[in-house]
C-alpha cells in the first residue's frame, strides 16, 4: 500500500490594508484593519479555498507613520473569538505576547476560544521587541532580548500545564447522583518557577484540541530552541534557498534533539504572491505598488526590522555595519544578510522590505508562482507557506482563484477539509493530558 502524497499547508497572514505598505492605495483595496465585516469575509474566503490557517498578528504600541495595518487594528484574541463563531474550518491564530500577560489569563482565553471554535485556535507566541511596548504597560524598557525568551519558555510550560490540569470528561452533570464533577479528574497546577507562580487549576474544562497549536516565529538562537520544544507550526522569514532549506533542516534536527518527532512541526515560509495573467502584467502590479513607497512610509519600517534608525544615512550608499541588538533579530539577520549578499543600497534594502517587511516576494502567472511554491515545498526548505497578500481582497482573490487550483491539479494542495480541527488539518495527534507531580492534589 503507497503511503499518500505529502501536500502543503497554506495560511494567510491578515493585514486588513495589505502586507504591501502601500497596497491600501490599490484600485478597490480595502483601506481598514478594523472592518469585522472586511475581515469576516476574508476568513470566509480562506475557508472556501480550504486554507489551514488565518492568522492575525498584533504589536502594543501606535506609531503614526508605521504600516497602515499598524495603526489600528483588532485586539486579536477578540477577533478569532468572534470569528470561531462564524467560520467552521480553518484554523485561527492570534498573537499574544509573553512579555505582558500572565498564564493563567491567556491559558484560559485560548481554552475558551478552542471551545467557541470547535477546537481551531492557536498561539502565536510572541515576547514583543518594541521599547514603546512597555511604556504602555508601567514599565521603562523590555527585558533584554535572552531574557524575554526565558519568560517566554516557562510561560508556555504553566500555560501547558493549566490545560492539563483537567482530565477528558472530568464534567459528569448526573442528574440522579447530583454530580457535577468528577474531582478526581481536576487537579492544581502549584506552579512555582522562576517567573511565576500559579496554583491552579484553570477555571475552563479542558481545549477540544488537548492544547490549542503554538505558533512561534523567532530565529534567534532562543527563539528557534523555543521553537523546536514547544512550536507545532514556525513561521519563518527567508529569502535565500540554501539558506532556507539549511534552516529547515537544522531546526527538525532541533526539534529531534528535545524528544519530539520532526514530522509534527510544520514550517511555513512567509511569501507575498502577486498574480498576473502575464509575467508583465504581475510586474507592472508590483511596479505600481512600490511606485507609491517613500522615505516617510518605509524608513520607519525598515528601521524596526533590522533594530537600527537608518534615518540618517544616505540612502544610495553602501549598508553600514549594523550590530545586533536586543530588539527582533531573525529579520535583521536575514534583511541584513540579503542586502550585503547582493550588493545592496539602503534604498534597495527599504524596497525589498516595505513591500512584504522582509518576506519574500514572488511575482509571475500562476503557474509560474505555483512552480515556486511546488519547488520550495519539494526540495526540503517547506512544508507549507504562509501567504501574505500584497492588497485585499483582490490580491488575495487572484491567489485563491488562480493558484490554488493550479496546486491541486497538480496533487499539492488539498481540494476538501479531512477533519474540522485545526490538529487534523496539520495532521497532528491532539496530545494526552500529561501526567502531573503526585504531590499535586486534586480538587477538594
Same mark, same amino acid.
Given at each position: 500500500?503507497?503511503? @499518500? !502524497? ?32 472586511? #475581515? ?9 479555498? !480550504?486554507?489551514?490557517? +488565518? ?10 507613520? *508605521?504600516? @497602515?495595518?499598524?495603526? $489600528?487594528?483588532?485586539? @486579536? ?31 484560559? =482565553? ?11 485556535? =492557536? ?13 504602555? +504597560? ?21 500555560? !501547558?500545564?493549566? %490545560? *492539563?490540569? %483537567? ?12 454530580? +457535577?464533577? *468528577? ?11 522562576? +517567573? ?11 481545549? @477540544? ?10 530565529? $534567534? ?6 521553537? =523546536? ?12 534557498? /540554501?539558506? /532556507? ?64 534608525? #537608518? ?43 516595505? /513591500? ?19 519547488? %520550495?515545498?519539494? $526540495?526540503?526548505?517547506? *512544508?507549507?507557506? #504562509? ?58
Amino acid at each position: 500500500m503507497t503511503s @499518500p !502524497k505529502r501536500q502543503m499547508h497554506l495560511g494567510l497572514f491578515v493585514l486588513g490594508t495589505g502586507n504591501h505598505s502601500a497596497g491600501w492605495r490599490y484600485d478597490q483595496a480595502s483601506s481598514s484593519n478594523s472592518n469585522w465585516a472586511v #475581515i469576516r469575509s476574508l476568513a470566509e474566503l480562506a475557508e472556501r479555498a !480550504k486554507f489551514d490557517l +488565518f492568522f492575525i498578528s498584533d504589536g502594543l504600541a501606535m506609531e503614526p507613520g *508605521d504600516h @497602515p495595518s499598524f495603526v $489600528s487594528r483588532f485586539e @486579536p484574541l477578540t477577533l478569532i473569538a468572534a470569528l470561531g463563531a462564524v467560520t467552521t474550518h480553518v484554523g485561527l491564530g492570534a498573537t499574544v505576547s509573553t512579555s505582558f500577560n500572565e498564564p493563567f489569563h491567556i491559558a484560559r =482565553a485560548l481554552a475558551s476560544v478552542d471551545h467557541i471554535s470547535g477546537g481551531r485556535s =492557536a498561539w502565536n507566541v510572541v515576547t514583543s521587541n518594541t521599547e514603546k511596548s512597555a511604556l504602555n +504597560f508601567s514599565r521603562e524598557r523590555l527585558n533584554e532580548h535572552d531574557l524575554r525568551y526565558e519568560i517566554a519558555n516557562e510561560f508556555v510550560d504553566v500555560v !501547558k500545564g493549566l %490545560w *492539563d490540569t %483537567w482530565d477528558e470528561n472530568a464534567i459528569v452533570a448526573d442528574k440522579v447522583t447530583g454530580d +457535577f464533577l *468528577d474531582r478526581t479528574k481536576v487537579r492544581e497546577l502549584n506552579h512555582k518557577g522562576r +517567573f511565576f507562580s500559579v496554583r491552579g487549576p484553570l477555571n475552563i474544562e479542558r481545549p @477540544p484540541q488537548g492544547h490549542p497549536l503554538i505558533i512561534q516565529a523567532g530565529g $534567534s538562537e532562543p527563539g528557534l530552541e523555543l521553537s =523546536a520544544r514547544t512550536a507545532d507550526l514556525v513561521f519563518s522569514v527567508v529569502q535565500d534557498p /540554501a539558506a /532556507a532549506k539549511r534552516g529547515y533542516q537544522q531546526l527538525k534536527a532541533r526539534v529531534a534533539k528535545h524528544g519530539r518527532d520532526p514530522n509534527t512541526v510544520t514550517i511555513m515560509p512567509g511569501v507575498m504572491p502577486i498574480v498576473g495573467d502575464s509575467d508583465q502584467e504581475a510586474r507592472d502590479k508590483l511596479n505600481l505598488l512600490q511606485s507609491w513607497l517613500s522615505s516617510t512610509n518605509a524608513l520607519t519600517l525598515v528601521s524596526q526590522r533590522i533594530g537600527h534608525d #537608518i534615518s540618517g544615512f544616505p540612502l544610495d550608499g553602501p549598508i553600514p555595519e549594523f550590530p545586533m541588538t536586543q530588539k527582533s533579530q531573525s529579520f535583521s539577520k536575514v534583511l541584513l544578510d540579503m542586502a550585503r549578499r547582493e550588493n545592496m543600497t539602503l534604498r534597495e534594502l527599504y524596497n525589498v522590505t516595505a /513591500a512584504a517587511r522582509g518576506h519574500r516576494v514572488i511575482y509571475g502567472t500562476p503557474k509560474k508562482i505555483a512552480d515556486d511554491l511546488e519547488y %520550495w515545498f519539494t $526540495s526540503g526548505m517547506a *512544508d507549507g507557506f #504562509i501567504v501574505m497578500p500584497p492588497y485585499f481582497p483582490g490580491a488575495f482573490t487572484d491567489f485563491i482563484e488562480k493558484v490554488v487550483p493550479e496546486l491541486q491539479k497538480r496533487g499539492l494542495f488539498r481540494r476538501e477539509y479531512s477533519g474540522s480541527t485545526f490538529r487534523e488539518h496539520l495532521g497532528i495527534t491532539k496530545p494526552t493530558t500529561r501526567s502531573m507531580n503526585v504531590s499535586q492534589p486534586a480538587v477538594s
